[in-house]
């Protein structure tokens, strides 16, 4: 079951309770400042999503209104829009809305990563429109639905328009199965003058055999011998994390891994909010964080928290 098949059956199901054990309650003005890296926003009755099935726990309008109030006394100071694969012909819909919000100011939002298939013989003309905007920092496809089966990341005419990325400055998001880490190390070869983002530390499961949790391992270290790639520790407690049955414990495996696999100088914090609620709260996910990279310097959690994203997004 690949990560979008898991969300959609996960999200039919009944809400549970929040963590076993609820992690204590912060003062947000002692706590290190944070960057999301990959916000979410959607209106269903506005935007045509062909993976989200009417009456799932994500089939709502999850707007700024929705963000700002479930990241209220977060310390989240600012946030980068991921695009929500919405269908092809509302992506310049879904481009225009979000650019316009990120103009007004009014909201954490400071920067967007936009929809767009590398394949598509119309990208090149796509792209080009946000050369010169301050806001588009990249654009992705995701790669872990049917319509992108394995292999897709590694043919040519793809390959060809992440490349057109490289001349124009912006980044391409990866969000893959995790069996998929070795195609990533390929792309990554053969696009050397790009820069990437690894999203939700390449998709581990919380139900991975030991077998299966050491080639994770060993796939995501290979693909972070290239200097060229950014990871974002995100996303991942959706990926069978029982909401009300996980505490820090239990992902720090995973966190520490990847922070210590690519380094602090390449990671970052990412919401993936509202998918995270299918395994917990938006608070549940950033204070677990913040436990695990307790144990770190102070400088390391700044850099994860907030400084990395800030530099790689210029906000």
Same mark, same amino acid.
Request: hydrophobic share 40%.
């Given at each position: ?22 992690? @204590? ?21 506005? /935007? ?49 809305? /979000? ?151 239990? /992902?720090? @495996? ?49 850099? /994860? ?11």
């Amino acid at each position: 079951m690949h990560r979008r098949q898991f969300l959609s059956a996960a999200a039919a199901g009944v809400a549970a309770p929040l963590l076993a054990t609820d992690p @204590p309650k912060q003062d947000a003005k002692k706590m290190l400042p944070a960057i999301d890296t990959h916000q979410h926003l959607w209106d269903p009755s506005k /935007i045509k999503l062909n993976w989200l099935k009417k009456g799932d726990a994500l089939d709502a309008k999850f707007g700024p209104e929705e963000y700002a109030a479930a990241t209220k006394g977060l310390n989240v100071v600012k946030s980068v829009y991921m695009e929500v694969d919405v269908v092809a012909d509302e992506r310049q819909k879904e481009a225009d809305y /979000i650019t316009g919000l990120c103009k007004e100011g009014k909201t954490t939002m400071a920067a967007a990563v936009l929809g767009g298939d590398p394949a598509d013989k119309s990208f090149g003309t796509y792209v080009a429109q946000f050369k010169d905007s301050k806001h588009v920092k990249g654009f992705r496809r995701v790669l872990h639905v049917d319509a992108t089966p394995a292999g897709y990341m590694l043919k040519d005419d793809f390959v060809k328009g992440v490349q057109l990325l490289a001349d124009l400055g912006m980044l391409f998001d990866l969000c893959v199965r995790p069996g998929e880490l070795p195609d990533v190390a390929k792309l990554l070869d053969q696009c050397p003058d790009n820069r990437f983002v690894l999203d939700h530390c390449g998709n581990p499961q919380a139900k991975f055999t030991a077998k299966q949790l050491d080639q994770w391992k060993a796939d995501l270290a290979e693909v972070a011998k290239r200097k060229n790639v950014m990871v974002k520790v995100s996303g991942f407690i959706a990926n069978g994390y029982e909401k009300g049955k996980w505490k820090a414990d239990d /992902i720090a @495996p995973v966190v520490n891994t990847t922070i210590d696999t690519f380094g602090v100088k390449r990671c970052m914090f990412g919401g993936d909010w509202p998918v995270c609620t299918l395994a917990g709260s938006y608070s549940d996910w950033l204070t677990a964080l913040r436990q695990i990279l307790s144990n770190r310097p102070e400088e390391d959690q700044k850099r /994860i928290l907030h400084d990395n994203a800030a530099r790689l997004y210029g906000i």
